[in-house]
């Protein structure tokens, strides 16, 4: 969002029409359309802020105990806020992860962000954070998760679950592509295959679902998502479509 001039003043209808229909968290980066995409949130979430759960990504070459200082900064001002309900990294990168929590720290102590985390955590990233000074205080991680990239669920999923750590999962249509074999699985619960590969996520404990949608028609129907209840022969029935994974493969990242 952001990036085409054209599409401006309908992103920012879209995200208003998320907003009036009750889907108020909002995960946008700096990295996205470089700026672009925050500061068009900014004027979405103008006069309704408190209503609105914020979350931003700081790129990890800048993500030094500084560094994330000046990053932020930049960012809430082109969100027009003061402060962001999460702040994560957007992937691990050669900064050493305590330099950048003591800059999320900091941030934290300041009041300009809530809470911090992570996203494109493997497991074994996951493992090294309690000995990170920090650490344990991460909130989420975000990855690449839904019915057609299920890897998270071998150890990574099970290992936040275990923690109660809430996992984010993006792109969660698989970015328009799901398969058309999922519509005669969806018109079984009056759904969209994409209505039901997020209330397949949703159904989940703990599991934040980020859907990008430009389009006031997609926002309806991805809202409606949320009442779709799935019964345990249609999850057998993707099970059998996307099955589960039986053994462990790195984490995909889109
Ligand atoms: N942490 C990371 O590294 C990372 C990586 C990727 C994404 N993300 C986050 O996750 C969010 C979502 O991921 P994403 O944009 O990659 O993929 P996505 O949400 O799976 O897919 C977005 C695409 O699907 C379309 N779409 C949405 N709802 C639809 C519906 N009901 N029917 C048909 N098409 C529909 C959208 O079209 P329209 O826009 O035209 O409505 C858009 O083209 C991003 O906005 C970003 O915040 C994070």
Redesign the pocket.
């Known amino acids: 969002?952001g990036e085409r001039t054209d599409r401006y003043r309908s992103e920012v209808k879209?995200l208003q029409l998320g907003f009036d229909l009750g889907m108020t968290l909002v995960?946008?980066?700096e990295m996205?359309g470089e700026g672009r995409a925050e500061s068009l949130v900014g004027e979405a979430i103008a006069g309704r802020r408190k209503d609105i759960f914020l979350v931003s990504?700081v790129y990890p070459h800048r993500a030094t105990r500084s560094g994330v200082l000046t990053a932020c900064e930049q960012s809430l001002k082109r969100l027009k806020t003061d402060y962001l309900d999460l702040y994560?990294l957007?992937?691990r990168g050669s900064t050493p992860l305590a330099e950048s929590f003591e800059g999320f720290l900091q941030l934290k102590q300041q009041g300009m962000i809530r809470e911090f985390g992570v996203?494109?955590f493997d497991l074994d990233d996951m493992e090294e954070l309690a000995g990170v000074p920090g650490g344990r205080e991460v909130f989420t991680n975000?990855?690449?998760y839904?019915l057609t990239r299920r890897g998270i669920e071998w150890d990574l999923l099970p290992w936040c679950r275990d923690r109660k750590m809430p996992v984010m999962a993006?792109?969660?249509?698989?970015?328009?592509r799901l398969p058309a074999q999922m519509d005669a699985i969806a018109r079984k619960v009056n759904a969209?295959r994409?209505?039901l590969a997020l209330a397949w996520l949703l159904h989940q404990d703990r599991i934040l679902v980020?859907?990008?949608?430009?389009?006031e028609a997609?926002?309806i129907?991805?809202r409606k998502a949320l009442d779709i209840q799935i019964p345990e022969q249609i999850l057998a029935e993707l099970d059998a479509l996307f099955p589960p994974p039986r053994n462990k493969s790195p984490l995909e990242?889109?």
Not at 170 to 176: D, F, I, K, L, N
Not at 210 to 215: F, G, R, V
């Open positions: 969002m879209a995960d946008t980066a996205y990504k994560l957007h992937w996203s494109n975000q990855v690449l839904n993006y792109s969660p249509v698989e970015q328009g969209s994409f209505q980020i859907p990008k949608a430009a389009s997609h926002v129907e991805n990242i889109l």
